[in-house]
């Protein structure tokens, strides 16, 4: 009887590992495309295009940007990881640390940066991927000093 009650109790204890390697989690991995029509940056000028290449494998994510708009062309490099591990990324305006987790379906990426003017951000993305994964919107929330905002990127996947 002990052997039983110890068996099951070791089931039970692996259980939520079984089930967190079977649960499929979505792929972002692709290039795509802004959909202006869709988008929404509020009070911020929309950019003429953004244009991101994601390659997803395992927990590693890395995220290529290409914005383009009155300020010209701009580049962005980020690599995340999905299983919670905090990663540090340099960006045009400064240095972030970034925590990348799973909340569902959704990717949620919470940065936390100092800009090179001194100004504290903390931005919390969600990433969602549509059922027939032809359309990543990301929703993000952006806290500083200065203000908060919330804009919606939505892409169309090219390839």
């Given at each position: 009887m002990t052997r039983f009650f110890v068996s099951l109790l070791c089931?039970?204890?692996s259980m939520p590992a079984i089930f967190a390697q079977t649960e499929q989690k979505p792929d972002f991995s692709g290039q795509w495309r802004m959909n202006d029509q869709k988008s929404?940056?509020?009070k911020f000028p929309m950019p003429s295009s953004i244009t991101?290449?994601?390659v997803q494998k395992g927990v590693n994510l890395s995220v290529d940007t290409v914005e383009r708009g009155a300020?010209?062309?701009q580049t962005a490099h980020?690599?995340?990881r999905t299983d919670g591990v905090d990663t540090t990324n340099h960006f045009n305006t400064g240095e972030g640390t970034s925590h990348a987790f799973w909340d569902g379906e959704t990717l949620v990426i919470r940065t936390s940066m100092k800009t090179k003017s001194g100004v504290e951000v903390v931005m919390e993305e969600r990433w969602d991927l549509s059922s027939d994964k032809n359309t990543l919107t990301t929703d993000s929330?952006?806290?500083t000093?200065?203000?908060?905002?919330?804009?919606k990127l939505v892409c169309d996947r090219i390839r």
């Open positions: 089931l039970a204890v929404d940056f509020g991101r290449t994601i300020n010209g062309q980020a690599i995340y929330h952006i806290e000093s200065k203000g908060t905002a919330d804009l």
